[in-house]
């Protein structure tokens, strides 16, 4: 695992011992893979039929306007829902057991308008190893504009993130595309530096950006589409793939529940005890028992299960979530998870609101 100068976790402790040894034994008495699949291939099969049926209806068939709206929402859906369930699995190789199908289907995230590359380092290292810690990780960072954690310095307007936050979280994809380009020529992600994409990683960015660009723009223009129908059409559907992307992750993270750091650490000289203990106490599960948020998020409202465990398929965390939580009452560590989306919803709005009031300052 890498560290920064500011923060290093215990990486074994007894804590995170039995945790491994629970869910090892769940695998193996059962002599189940870890890894997704056939019910993951046919599920990602799915999605794709999904986001390609929604696609060529809307550029190809003639539609009014509200089924072209519909239809741009479906396709952004369906973005997300690769996202959620095919980029995500594969970019911490647990989507197959074979690590070139993994390669493969990692760049999806260029084909939905990111950069696999940047993506393994800014979800894989740095979110997954700095969870909810301010200054490190890059999800919780919306500044100026939003205040998500206690360790960032509040601004007077603030105040009102609650009521104009929503519109942001519809940017996330259009970020993405200037990300990725800032983030191959500064080496930077999110303040921190990292190695620049050279070779192969610099042309998938390249190809991967003109293959978006090119389904997404040039082709319904090719088409017949006027400009401004596909610019708006464009902008639509980003906007449906990045609300339902951000709150996705900020229910996981953003909420009252979820414990946050500041950096730089002053305990211990910023020593965690515990790499498990933090990632669960960072982190809040939200519908469980919900089979079609479970199936469309990819095990996203799962949180708690993926940080532990990132190299475990997602299919796999509804089973293993009951383990989880029971190591976690026997060695007292908290365990949170709202019973439904709408209480993670409401739990978000109540955080946002705290940050932005003076006296969170
Ligand atoms: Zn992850």
């Given at each position: 695992m890498q560290t920064s100068a500011h923060v290093r976790f215990e990486k074994r402790d007894e804590f995170h011992d039995e945790l491994q040894r629970r869910i090892a034994a769940y695998f193996e008495e059962r002599g189940l893979s870890r890894f997704g699949g056939i019910r993951l291939l046919t599920k990602s099969v799915m999605i794709g039929l999904w986001l390609v049926a929604s696609y060529l209806l809307l550029v190809f068939s003639p539609v009014p306007l509200w089924g072209a709206a519909l239809l741009a929402a479906s396709l952004g859906a369906a973005m997300a829902a690769v996202g959620f369930n095919i980029t995500h699995d594969a970019n911490h190789d647990s989507f197959s057991r074979n690590k070139w199908v993994n390669l493969v289907m990692s760049h999806t995230m260029d084909l939905i308008g990111g950069s696999s590359y940047v993506w393994r380092i800014k979800h894989n290292v740095i979110h997954h190893t700095y969870t909810n810690i301010a200054g490190l990780?890059?999800?919780?960072?919306?500044?100026p504009w939003g205040r998500?954690?206690?360790g960032q310095r509040r601004l007077k307007l603030h105040r009102i993130q609650t009521f104009y936050i929503w519109p942001l979280y519809g940017m996330l994809g259009i970020k993405w595309h200037f990300d990725d380009v800032l983030t191959a020529i500064t080496g930077k992600v999110s303040g921190q530096k990292i190695r620049r994409p050279d070779g192969m990683e610099l042309a998938c960015l390249i190809i991967g950006k003109a293959l978006f660009f090119g389904w997404a723009l040039v082709l319904p223009m090719v088409a017949g589409h006027a400009w401004w129908a596909v610019l708006l059409t464009y902008l639509f559907t980003e906007f449906v793939m990045g609300v339902v992307m951000s709150l996705t992750f900020q229910l996981a993270h953003c909420v009252e529940e979820a414990q946050f750091f500041p950096t730089p650490l002053t305990a211990d000289e910023g020593k965690f005890q515990s790499w498990a203990r933090h990632q669960i106490e960072t982190t809040v599960d939200f519908a469980p028992r919900n089979f079609f948020l479970t199936w469309y998020m990819g095990g996203l409202n799962y949180q708690i299960e993926h940080h532990l465990f990132p190299r475990i398929s997602h299919i796999h965390y509804p089973k293993i979530a009951p383990i989880v939580r029971q190591v976690s009452a026997e060695f007292g560590v908290r365990y949170t998870a709202h019973r439904s989306f709408v209480r993670a919803l409401f739990s978000h709005v109540r955080w946002l609101h705290r940050m932005g009031r003076p006296e969170a300052a």
């Amino acid at each position: 695992m890498q560290t920064s100068a500011h923060v290093r976790f215990e990486k074994r402790d007894e804590f995170h011992d039995e945790l491994q040894r629970r869910i090892a034994a769940y695998f193996e008495e059962r002599g189940l893979s870890r890894f997704g699949g056939i019910r993951l291939l046919t599920k990602s099969v799915m999605i794709g039929l999904w986001l390609v049926a929604s696609y060529l209806l809307l550029v190809f068939s003639p539609v009014p306007l509200w089924g072209a709206a519909l239809l741009a929402a479906s396709l952004g859906a369906a973005m997300a829902a690769v996202g959620f369930n095919i980029t995500h699995d594969a970019n911490h190789d647990s989507f197959s057991r074979n690590k070139w199908v993994n390669l493969v289907m990692s760049h999806t995230m260029d084909l939905i308008g990111g950069s696999s590359y940047v993506w393994r380092i800014k979800h894989n290292v740095i979110h997954h190893t700095y969870t909810n810690i301010a200054g490190l990780d890059d999800d919780i960072n919306l500044y100026p504009w939003g205040r998500l954690a206690p360790g960032q310095r509040r601004l007077k307007l603030h105040r009102i993130q609650t009521f104009y936050i929503w519109p942001l979280y519809g940017m996330l994809g259009i970020k993405w595309h200037f990300d990725d380009v800032l983030t191959a020529i500064t080496g930077k992600v999110s303040g921190q530096k990292i190695r620049r994409p050279d070779g192969m990683e610099l042309a998938c960015l390249i190809i991967g950006k003109a293959l978006f660009f090119g389904w997404a723009l040039v082709l319904p223009m090719v088409a017949g589409h006027a400009w401004w129908a596909v610019l708006l059409t464009y902008l639509f559907t980003e906007f449906v793939m990045g609300v339902v992307m951000s709150l996705t992750f900020q229910l996981a993270h953003c909420v009252e529940e979820a414990q946050f750091f500041p950096t730089p650490l002053t305990a211990d000289e910023g020593k965690f005890q515990s790499w498990a203990r933090h990632q669960i106490e960072t982190t809040v599960d939200f519908a469980p028992r919900n089979f079609f948020l479970t199936w469309y998020m990819g095990g996203l409202n799962y949180q708690i299960e993926h940080h532990l465990f990132p190299r475990i398929s997602h299919i796999h965390y509804p089973k293993i979530a009951p383990i989880v939580r029971q190591v976690s009452a026997e060695f007292g560590v908290r365990y949170t998870a709202h019973r439904s989306f709408v209480r993670a919803l409401f739990s978000h709005v109540r955080w946002l609101h705290r940050m932005g009031r003076p006296e969170a300052a």
